[in-house]
């Protein structure tokens, strides 16, 4: 949250920063992975080292010889003669340690249903599935489009693909079939991998019908030629023959017997899709050894994970960075036992989710500031009628967590012994980056603390200075690490100019932070146009355009405001065409939103929309979205004297403060 003269403001939620530090108890350092400090200045004479001897205990099928190949910057390489097998190092290695027994995946069903999964028997439907996809013509290079329900095919189908050295796009089952097609085209995915539904809320929720309708926009002519549909709900779904298959009638064809081949450490193995600053979504690319390397090392590290008795659960949904990183691949190659549940946390009551860790027995549970202010807000009597004392150690991701969720979740969930791992990262990182170590650090709530071992983080000014403690600047990392993202995918420039022309080979994370008196991290949100919903990246540029397609919908203006328990919200001013007739303007906030939900998926609904007459713009014609944002808080709107017509601004926060104030 950069003002109009650049300084940095603190965060909103981060209301008072508070003293009160929790130093882990001697229980837990007597225990932990790790518990000596030296790990940090270890690392940070030799990193490349350090990241090498991290490397070596995955299964090389090659072993490598290089570490970091840095001549081409920001074009990284790592481990790059090495070759291995992603899925290999998720499942067949443990198998022949000789844990095929142990389980992997606690699927639980949001009607209620549960299946318990080995990595025996995870590792042989993988087999299957890679031979499957070799039928369907599925080979290293390729791209597979992957859009399903939080269900344990979801994983085996990401696996089987990484299994093959193609690569997977997972696009979360909230996207309308717009955006779908968008990622479809522009990976240039051959198939599609989906299911006819999921269960949420109580309810089917339709996957296929939106993959058809993704396929048949635009006239057809999509890249993708196969529909391959795993039946999870049963409801009625159209099949296209010669197009769609049905998983469960193809893979009665295929055994379990499947060699993994090694592949090259740099081997692309997934791209995902996230929000920038443009109306066009960017394809973060990820690669193999350097990104499963910094996944499973800050699995074991930060989760102080203990394979043979600990039971996992991360909440986030695989079609998110977070599901792929810790749910997928870092704890499957550390051998973690697991919990995924399908739904939302408030079905069939809002007890859901502490009636799993009840139920497994879950020691590490890591999920959203968001979620857990949701939970709050339900209050404490819920948890309580559960017993959640086997949970050991909790973490937070996707915004900066605000003191008072901290402590609640610190009290009533973590008993108030867990510690709980404040994690910062971004799908363009993939690996957690900053964040406590919890048998080392001293926590301080609110604040994700210290760069990891092996990661030289800092916050600069613009100039480009380090900032000195107590003052907030820019978030940079320094020096190149192994899970960084390799490039935005067929657009090279757009790569180089997001994230590496601001601090020249210093990575630019678009985040602000502030640095304490003790040098520890404390993040402050965007200094872009980039809102945090719910944990979830949206970009004002892309609900801007959704909006401006509509008809009646002459100019739009879209900010990040605050939210109570969304951290921000989207809030919409638009302009409708003069006609009348087209839109009434009644009826133009209920249409508007669901105008976006359908463009680009539910989770863009705008909580508001204001039809306004005028836009407060500069005298070159830019539109100052901060005086929106102040509006839309309902804040004393700041300095206005840009502004080509002033008069602009007072209508605007007028109209926003009569809705309040009805509301
Ligand atoms: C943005 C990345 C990383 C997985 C989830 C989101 C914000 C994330 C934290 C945290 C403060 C955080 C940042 C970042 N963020 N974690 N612990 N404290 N802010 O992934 O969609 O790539 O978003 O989320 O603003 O840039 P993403």
């Known amino acids: ?92 290695r443990h198998v022949a340690a000789g844990l095929g027994d142990r389980i992997a995946i606690h699927f639980e069903g949001e009607p209620g249903d549960s299946r318990s999964i080995s990595y025996a028997e995870l590792t042989h439907e993988v087999k299957r599935a890679a ?46 079939a717009e955006s779908l097609r968008a990622r479809i085209d522009d990976a240039e995915a051959e198939l599609v991998i989906t299911a006819d539904g999921g269960y949420r809320k109580g309810r089917v929720s339709a996957l296929k019908p939106t993959v058809d309708d993704a396929l048949a926009l635009h006239g057809g002519g999509s890249t993708a030629q196969r529909v391959l549909v795993v039946q999870r709900t049963e409801n009625d779904v159209v099949m296209e023959p010669g197009r769609d298959l049905w998983w469960h009638e193809e893979i009665t064809a295929f055994d379990g017997e499947h060699t993994p081949q090694g592949f090259p ?65 870092g704890p499957l190659a550390n051998g973690a036992t697991q919990v995924i549940y399908e739904g939302t946390p408030e079905t069939p009551d809002w007890g859901r989710w502490w009636s799993i860790i009840q139920k497994y027995g879950v020691t590490i549970f890591y999920t959203a500031p968001t979620a857990i202010r949701a939970c709050m807000k339900v209050g404490r009597q819920v948890p309580e009628q559960y017993d959640l004392s086997s949970i050991r150690l909790l973490g937070s991701v996707g915004e900066p967590i605000n003191p008072e969720a901290w402590r609640w979740y610190h009290e009533v969930i973590g008993g108030g012994r867990a510690p709980i791992v404040d994690t910062w990262w971004q799908t363009e990182t993939g690996a957690l980056m900053i964040s406590p170590l919890p048998g080392i650090t001293a926590l301080k709530p609110g604040s994700a603390q210290t760069p990891l071992p092996g990661i030289s983080a800092a916050v600069l000014t613009e100039e480009g200075e380090p900032v000195k403690r107590g003052q907030g600047g820019l978030l940079v990392i320094q020096r190149p690490w192994p899970s960084m993202v390799r490039g935005i995918w067929g657009d090279p420039q757009r790569f180089i100019d997001t994230y590496w022309s601001k601090f020249g080979d210093q990575y630019f994370a678009g985040d602000g932070a502030r640095l304490d008196e003790d040098g520890d991290i404390w993040l402050l949100g965007r200094v872009d146009d980039v809102m945090n919903v719910s944990g979830h990246r949206l970009s004002t540029a892309e609900i801007e355009s959704a909006l401006v397609e509509h008809h009646a919908v002459a100019e739009s203006a879209v900010v990040g405001a605050d939210d109570e328990t969304t951290g921000q919200a989207v809030v919409a001013f638009v302009i409708l065409k003069s006609q009348q007739t087209l839109l009434d303007p009644e009826d133009a906030e209920v249409e508007l939103k669901k105008h976006v939900a359908a463009q680009i998926g539910a989770i863009a609904r705008p909580r508001q929309v204001f039809i306004v007459n005028e836009l407060p713009k500069t005298r070159s014609g830019k539109i100052m979205r901060r005086l929106l944002k102040d509006a839309a808080e309902g804040r004393e709107v700041g300095d206005t004297t840009t502004l080509a017509d002033t008069a602009v601004m007072q209508t605007i926060s007028d109209r926003v403060r009569r809705e309040r104030a009805a509301k």
């Open 131 to 176: 031979n499957m996809l070799t039928s369907l013509g599925v080979a290293a290079g390729d791209r597979v489009a992957i859009y399903m329900p939080m269900i344990p095919e979801t994983i085996i189908a990401m696996l089987a693909v990484a299994r093959l050295g193609a690569a997977h796009s997972v696009v979360f089952g909230g996207f309308s």
């Open 265 to 329: 450490a740099e081997n692309p193995l997934f791209i995902l899709y996230t929000s920038g600053t443009t109306g066009k979504p960017k394809g973060i690319l990820h690669t193999s050894g350097g990104y499963l390397t910094q996944a499973s090392t800050t699995h074991r590290n930060v989760f102080d994970l203990k394979p043979d008795t600990d039971v996992y659960w991360c909440t986030a949904d695989i079609g998110w960075i977070t599901g792929h990183s810790y749910v997928v691949y």
């Open 1 to 92: 949250m950069t003002d109009q003269n650049g300084t940095i403001e603190s965060h909103p939620l981060q209301n008072a920063e508070s003293t009160e530090t929790f130093p882990p108890s001697p229980d837990f350092v007597g225990q932990a992975n790790l518990s000596d400090p030296s790990v940090y200045w270890r690392a940070a004479e030799d990193p490349e080292t350090y990241w090498a001897e991290q490397a070596e205990q995955l299964h090389w099928r090659k072993p490598f010889t290089e570490i970091l190949d840095w001549t081409n910057p920001p074009f990284a390489k790592w481990f790059a003669d090495g070759e291995l097998n992603v899925a290999e190092n998720c499942l067949d």
